[in-house]
């Protein structure tokens, strides 16, 4: 259905704020000179957690976005993102994490929401890495549980997590792409995230990953340094 503008509040989020967030991680001429996806956003009750439908969307998936927008800070949303052709939906993080805040009146931490866009970035780049677009979402969600839930921050420690969930998921991690992730949870071990919210916002990602029975914990970390 074609959305009326004058019931939605709309915000506009322009090339240059676009780059703000993502040079960091994307390539420029990956952004390009034009902001071309748009965000429908709306809350709901509290409890239904993050929703997330994708139209002509071609590197991100739903999930992807989901759990950023978890680790952002957003709560209960649902969100749609839609390109007019097929566009890699990069850029389209940052207009939903504006456009709740500007909704709810609560700014997003900007670390939160860096690492955020890093955590999109890194999953989208894994996806096609390993050619296996779920299996990288549920790789950094296993992972991102496992550092927030045990607050670990040493990077060999993370490291060593990275590791054990690649193994029991049978993914082959490049250096390069192990060391994204490690680097990512770095700087996401440094937010003051909590477990039980992550899951609550994220529930289908952390549902299946409970079905996969992951044994990812500190005792195979402190098993790892003591070897």
């Not at 759990?67 to 749609?80: E, F, H, S, Y």
């Not at 296993?142 to 049978?170: C, H, R, T, W």
Request: charged content about 30%; overall charge negative; glycine content about 6%.
């Amino acid at each position: 259905d074609v959305a009326d503008f004058d019931n939605y509040d709309v915000v506009y989020v322009n090339n240059d704020e676009e780059h703000k967030y993502l040079d960091a991680y994307v390539p420029k001429k990956q952004i390009g000179t034009k902001a071309l996806s748009s965000v429908l956003i709306s809350l709901t009750d509290k409890g239904n957690g993050i929703k997330v439908s994708t139209y002509n969307i071609n590197y991100c998936t739903a999930g992807m976005y989901k759990n950023a927008l978890a680790t952002a800070g957003v709560t209960d949303a649902d969100v749609r993102v839609a390109g007019p052709f097929n566009i890699s939906g990069t850029a389209a993080l940052v207009g939903a994490m504006e456009a709740y805040s500007n909704m709810t009146g609560e700014t997003l931490k900007a670390e939160n929401a860096d690492a955020a866009t890093e955590e999109l970035v890194t999953t989208s780049d894994l996806g096609e890495a390993i050619g296996d677009k779920e299996q990288a979402e549920e790789l950094v969600g296993a992972v991102k549980e496992a550092v927030v839930a045990q607050d670990l921050s040493d990077p060999e420690e993370i490291e060593a997590v990275v590791d054990d969930a690649a193994k029991e998921m049978n993914i082959q991690l490049s250096d390069e792409d192990k060391q994204k992730i490690v680097s990512l949870m770095e700087k996401i071990s440094s937010l003051d995230l909590d477990v039980d919210s992550l899951k609550e916002q994220a529930k289908d990602l952390y549902n299946k990953l409970e079905s996969l029975d992951l044994n990812i914990n500190q005792e195979q970390v402190k098993g790892f340094f003591d070897r």
